[in-house]
Structures are given as structure tokens and as C-alpha cells.
């Protein structure tokens, strides 16, 4: 029997990595850090998981330990946020580059300075290039979800591929929801264990880590891209299989009301939710509107994408995050995605929720309303905002 | 052989499968001075085979301890320390 108790989103990934049976975790355990770390050396320490925990010195540590731990085939994880993912950065990149499947809860917070714990997607828009799967929580039970669906998929022999889960700071990690845990049995039927052929062995001897020199760096980058986009239909196969076991299916684009919609919002991550009782109210009052949320965010779902949003005039776009001198990175790359499609939707961009400023209702129906108007007048402002004072 | 190679080609995360297959590489072509051993100086005390770091120092059948060099890059530590005064480096243009 599945279990229905209260966890925040912080506890809940670690439920699910414990579930998991992982076999390494290694973590900075100081600010910015998580209860993710805390949650799963304290298991460690009772004896409800047997795992290697390594306290490390920074991120930069942890990520390379983590390295180290996959490199011998073992299930490895490690959870950050914010400036520990900036710290980490280096590391993330060869991660992807070496194939290791590790993965990893970033509780998602703005970027100092000024000095700043609280949520926005900065951290993540940072490591969007990295090559890791990204995927995005909406609420405590999906980074259950996430994070135990991350194994089965970044582990995958056809994939090989980190798996990054994201999961907005306090608003979902530090928040108490029900949260429905699976029985071990359910896990391991939908998770087996991790076979990695390249395990390092003084048997076998092989080199992990050599260096490319110009004759073939350009050639192992394109197979990187390649083996990364192929990875989407492992993402897609990992969550068929997820929802059949569990009962819960996720998609490349998750949608809200979106029939007939006119007008889409786009969201990321856990203010989605508000942002649906927002379209509720407007289509109780008539108004032809829906609600797209990315939930994978890389490899980019374009071919998803671009069915859900054939047919809508406008696409406002909510981004947390500002690409200096770009504007909202979603945004630009979601315009970037639609520039071959004939029709497409108008897409506006508005940026708000930076550095743990909330979003309310009244928010969401501003940049709704706000986006149709820019749509039809055209773009009045440098940057369009939302709660920002002027 | 390396510049023919398509990415299909490439190892998963660029491992290197077989262990020791450093030893394809004539890394000799890198060097710009090269070892010359002078037999009548030479103590035969191996120290410039312990030293190379390379392993482009070999042992031959009289005793001696010569360079290979298909792999030798010509770094010099032989000539530095050997203890007789056996080794010295010529510039490769030199005959």
C-alpha cells in the first residue's frame, strides 16, 4: 500500500533517492544547501539507508565526487541551489561530457548580489547549456516523482546522461504538502538496477577522462548533441512507464485548458499553480485561455511544444529570470522555437518573481491582460514587468 | 587516423577502452634534442631508465641503457642525471 503523509518537496526528493537505494551521495552541507542533504545523512546515520554519504568542501567537491562514484557504476546523487550550482558549474559540464548519470535537486534561488537565498530560476537558466536533462517541479508530490523517474531515465544504457530536477526554493522546497510514497516493491519494479557498462575495474583496465585534442573534439560534441536529443524518447518511454506503475503521467509540455484557448500562458516550475486559478477565474468570465507549463526544459521539446501552441494568437511567456541584455531567457528561446512555424502565435515576454518576490493572482491576471495588450499595440518598454516598482 | 573518423566513431563520454594503447602514439616526432649515450662513460647504474618518464629507456643485451627513439621527446632528465656524465643531448638538426 502506497502511503499518503505530509513532506516538503526538500524531504520528498530525499524519500525518493533513499527509495531510490542510491549508493552514493555526496554534498556540501552548508548555505545554500537544502534539507535535501540534511534529510539523507540523517537516514544514512540511522541505518535506514545504506549508502556512502561524502560531506565534501564545496560544490565543486561534491560534483567531482559524484563523478568518481558513477565512474565505478555506482547510483549516485547530490542536491544544490543557486550559488552552489554557480561554484559547481565546471564540474556540471563534464558530467554530461563523460556520460555519467548522476543526479541532482537543484532547489531553485536567485543569484547574488546582493546577497540573495530566495527563489527565482536564475541557478538554473545558468546550466541551461550544460547538457543534463532538465525537468521542472510543480508541486511536492512531482519532486518525488521527478527525482526517482531521473534514475530509471538518465541510467537508461540508450542515454547515460545526467538528470537535473528542478524545484523552486521555499515555495516548494522548504513547503509542506501530502505527498503520496509508493511501496518499495512499486520502486523496484519500476527501477532496476544501474548496469554501467563502463565501470572502471583493475580487471578491465580503460581510461575515463582523456584528453580530445582538435582532430576529434568537434566529432565528439555532435555525438554528445545527438546521443542528448535521442535521450527524449527514453524521457518520454521513463514516463509512460512511471504513470503506469504509479498513476501519475507527465509530459514534455503539460497543459491547462488550453481547448480552443486563444491566448497561452506560459510558466515553469511551481507558480504554475497559481497561475491556474488565475485562468479558472478568466474562463469562468468566457475569456479563450489557457496554460502551458514547460516540464522538460532540456532537450527542448520542440516538436511538442510547437503542437501545443499551433492555433493560439498570442503566447505570453512568464520567465523569473533576466539574461542581461537579452531579456527573458524562456522567452527568447521559446520565440526561437516558433520563428519556422506558419501560423504562430505572437509571443510576448514578461519577467517577474526575481529573488523570492511572490507572484499573486493578481500578478498573473496583470501579465495576462498586460501580454494581450503588448500583443495587439506591439512592445511599449525595454523590458516588460511584472510587480516591479517603477 | 584519428582526423578520419566520424562522430558515429566516437566513445560513449570518449573512454578509452583498451588500457596501454599509449603505446601507438610515436610521441618521438614531439622532440627537439634527442639522448646520445656515451658507452665508454657509462657505469651501467640504470638510473636514467628509472628516471625517464616516458619508459622510452630500455635495457639492451650488453648492459647498457639506450633510448628508444620512437617515443623518446627528447625532455633531457636522462642527460641531467646521470650520475657519469655518460648522456648528452644534441639539438635534432645535428647529425
Known amino acids: 500500500m502506497s502511503r499518503r503523509v505530509a513532506l516538503e518537496a526538500s524531504h520528498a526528493a530525499a524519500e525518493a533517492a533513499k527509495m531510490a537505494d542510491v549508493d ?16 539523507l545523512a540523517e537516514m544514512v ?10 560531506p565534501v568542501e564545496s560544490e565543486h567537491s561534491a560534483m567531482s565526487a559524484c563523478l568518481g562514484a558513477a565512474a565505478v557504476g555506482a547510483r549516485t546523487f547530490t542536491a544544490t541551489a543557486g550559488q552552489g550550482l554557480e561554484l559547481m558549474h565546471e564540474v556540471v559540464y563534464i558530467a554530461s561530457s563523460m556520460r555519467y548519470p548522476v543526479v541532482m535537486t537543484v532547489c531553485n534561488r536567485a543569484l547574488s548580489a546582493p546577497l540573495s537565498v530566495w ?27 521527478l527525482t526517482l523517474w531521473a534514475f530509471r531515465v538518465g541510467e537508461d544504457p540508450n542515454v547515460l546522461l545526467p538528470v537535473m530536477v528542478h524545484l523552486d526554493g521555499f515555495t516548494l522546497s522548504h513547503v509542506t504538502e501530502p505527498v503520496i510514497l509508493p511501496e518499495q516493491s512499486e520502486v523496484d519494479r519500476f527501477l532496476p ?59 514534455p509540455v503539460e497543459e491547462y485548458k488550453t481547448e480552443n484557448a486563444e491566448t497561452l500562458l506560459l510558466t515553469m516550475g511551481s507558480f504554475t499553480e497559481t497561475a491556474k486559478i488565475v485562468i479558472d477565474a478568466k474562463r469562468d468570465k ?37 539574461s542581461f541584455g537579452m531579456g527573458g531567457p524562456v522567452f527568447s528561446e521559446v520565440r526561437s522555437a516558433l520563428y519556422d512555424e506558419e501560423p504562430r502565435p505572437k509571443v510576448v515576454g514578461i519577467i517577474g518573481g526575481l ?11 496583470y501579465v495576462i491582460d498586460r501580454g494581450k495588450e503588448i500583443a495587439e499595440k506591439g512592445p511599449e518598454k525595454m523590458l516588460e ?3 516591479i516598482r517603477g | 587516423m584519428a582526423d578520419k573518423l566520424s562522430w558515429k566513431d566516437m566513445e560513449v563520454g570518449n573512454i578509452v577502452k583498451e588500457a596501454g594503447n599509449a603505446s601507438f ?36 643485451e650488453d648492459g647498457y641503457y639506450e633510448a628508444d627513439l620512437y617515443y623518446c621527446k627528447g625532455c633531457g632528465i636522462c642527460a641531467r642525471i646521470c650520475p657519469a656524465e655518460a648522456i648528452t643531448t644534441i639539438e635534432e638538426e645535428e647529425k
Not at chain 1, 552514493?24 to 534529510?39: G, L, M, W
Not at chain 1, 525537468?135 to 518525488?144: P, T
Not at chain 1, 529573488?355 to 491576471?365: K, L, T, V
Not at chain 2, 657505469?43 to 618518464?53: E, M, N, R, T, V
Request: net charge negative; aromatic share 12%; charged share 25%.
Open chain 1, 24 to 39: 552514493v551521495i555526496s554534498a556540501y552541507p552548508i548555505t545554500p544547501q537544502t534539507h535535501i542533504p540534511e534529510r
Open chain 1, 45 to 54: 546515520a540511522d541505518g535506514e539507508l545504506s549508502a556512502a554519504y561524502i
Open chain 1, 119 to 145: 527563489g527565482d530560476h536564475s541557478d538554473a537558466m545558468a546550466v541551461r547549456d550544460t547538457g543534463w536533462i532538465q525537468v521542472f517541479c510543480q508541486n511536492n508530490q512531482e519532486a518525488f516523482d
Open chain 1, 193 to 251: 538496477r544501474f548496469q554501467y557498462p563502463f565501470a572502471l575495474n583493475p580487471d578491465k583496465p580503460m581510461t575515463h577522462g582523456a584528453f580530445g585534442p582538435p582532430e576529434i573534439y568537434s566529432e565528439t560534441k555532435l555525438a554528445q548533441e545527438v546521443a542528448f536529443r535521442n535521450s527524449k524518447e527514453v524521457v518520454l518511454q521513463g514516463w509512460k512507464e512511471f504513470g503506469d506503475i504509479f498513476g501519475r503521467y507527465y509530459h
Open chain 1, 286 to 322: 468566457g475569456e479563450a485561455i489557457g496554460l502551458i507549463s514547460l516540464r522538460l526544459w532540456r532537450p527542448f521539446p520542440f516538436e511538442e511544444f510547437r503542437r501545443t501552441v499551433k492555433g493560439a494568437k498570442i503566447l505570453i511567456v512568464f520567465d523569473r529570470c533576466i
Open chain 1, 355 to 365: 529573488g523570492g518576490r511572490d507572484m499573486s493572482e493578481e500578478d498573473f491576471e
Open chain 1, 385 to 387: 514587468t511584472v510587480g
Open chain 2, 25 to 60: 602514439r610515436k610521441t618521438g616526432d614531439w622532440r627537439t634534442e634527442r639522448p646520445i649515450l656515451d658507452k665508454e662513460k657509462c657505469i651501467k647504474c640504470a638510473l636514467c631508465w628509472i628516471y625517464c618518464p616516458d619508459a622510452a629507456i630500455k635495457p639492451s
